[in-house]
């Protein structure tokens, strides 16, 4: 007998283990499109440093680790989110500070499709851990997500991509 129900957790199921590596992943790495007035001034021992940076992404059971060098002038997009080519995100709830972070907003990509977003956790001069989800559409429940990232070395090598 079809039950309509389970036919559509079933393809919401699918949906999200097929969709929901890639956007939670993007959604982490995402950048803020505009700076956000929430976000108070830091002092240089409250933000991250530039150099040599590994992230790692996980979502739905799926890592994705790269590094990158970050310059000096690109560390607040790098620490604010990462960016990507395929999402570009605004966060209205954009708290650092004191070795605590906050982020919840919207990331939209380039056919209009809209997902929010929720991220926290903390962070340190050479390192950082945001936990959070991605809710794929309304009143649907937020997929695990996560990013941890930690500066390699203060100097990149010859050979580095840069951020």
């Known amino acids: 007998m079809f039950n309509p129900g ?3 957790k079933s393809s919401l199921v ?8 890639v956007i939670a992943g993007a959604l982490l790495l995402a950048a803020p499109a505009t700076p956000q007035a929430s976000m108070a001034p830091q002092s240089s021992a409250d933000t991250v440093l530039p ?13 994705d680790t790269e590094t990158k060098c970050v310059r ?16 570009q995100c605004v966060y209205p709830v954009r708290q650092v500070g004191g070795g605590n972070a ?13 997902v929010n977003v929720r991220l926290n956790g903390t962070y340190q001069q050479e390192s950082f851990t945001f936990r959070g989800g ?3 559409a309304r009143g649907t429940p937020y997929l695990p997500a996560s990013i ?16």
Not at 14 to 21: E, K
Not at 148 to 163: I, V
């Open 148 to 163: 941890t990232a930690r500066r390699l070395a203060a100097q990149c090598p010859a050979n580095a991509e840069y951020f």
């Open 51 to 63: 150099g040599y940076w590994e992230y790692t992404t996980s979502a739905v059971g799926v890592r």
């Open 102 to 114: 906050r982020f919840e907003g919207t990331c939209t990509d380039r056919k209009g499709r809209r």
């Open 134 to 136: 991605a809710q794929l």
């Open 6 to 8: 389970t036919a559509m």
């Open 72 to 87: 000096p002038s690109e560390i607040n997009r790098f620490f604010g989110g990462l960016s990507t080519r395929r999402w």
């Open 14 to 21: 699918r949906v999200a283990a097929t969709a929901a590596p």
